[in-house]
């Protein structure tokens, strides 16, 4: 091989730069999965850094909450304190003691008058339904005369 063949140094020189634009193109493959997977992982480390700073809060006022319980159990093993606890975060009555909810969008009271409403139609469909339509309503007099004379000893 002759160092100053120009067939072969063209040759030479067009295999390395065969070579080179396969090994571009594989690295530029690998550096953007690369950059995908940082911007993914990224991602889930936000979510998951709100979502710690949310489970945080949520201890802290569980703490608090707890804190509070404790000290009121301190405070008072007496009756009184006991059944204030009860009333108060177990919703529990002294017998013949009624709770009233008050709902100020009255959702209740209107779920009520629907059913109510819808009551009343089927029971007037019931009894439309119970008429046939050739009715003229004479003859029932007399079978109804009929039957009590036959009840009647």
């Known amino acids: 091989m002759e160092k100053n063949n120009p067939k ?5 020189k067009k295999k390395r730069k065969k070579i080179g634009f396969w090994t571009k ?4 493959i690998i550096a953007g999965y690369f950059v995908m997977a940082f911007f993914q992982q990224s991602v889930e480390r936000r979510e998951l850094a709100a979502e710690m700073d949310r489970l945080h809060q949520e201890k802290a006022e569980i703490e608090a909450r707890l804190e509070d319980l404790e000290a009121i159990l ?6 009184e304190a006991i059944e204030k606890l009860a009333r108060e975060n177990l919703t529990m ?3 013949g003691e009624r709770i009233y909810i008050l709902d ?3 959702t209740i009271g209107q779920e009520l008058r629907e059913r109510r409403r819808e009551q009343q139609e089927e029971d007037e469909s019931e009894e439309e339904s119970e008429v046939p339509e050739d009715y003229d309503g004479e003859g ?9 004379e036959e009840q009647s000893p």
């Open 8 to 12: 072969e140094a063209y040759r030479i």
């Open 25 to 28: 193109l594989v690295v530029l």
């Open 74 to 79: 301190e405070k008072g093993d007496t009756d």
């Open 93 to 95: 009555l002294k017998p």
């Open 104 to 106: 100020p969008k009255n």
């Open 140 to 148: 029932d007099s007399e079978d109804a005369e009929e039957t009590e």
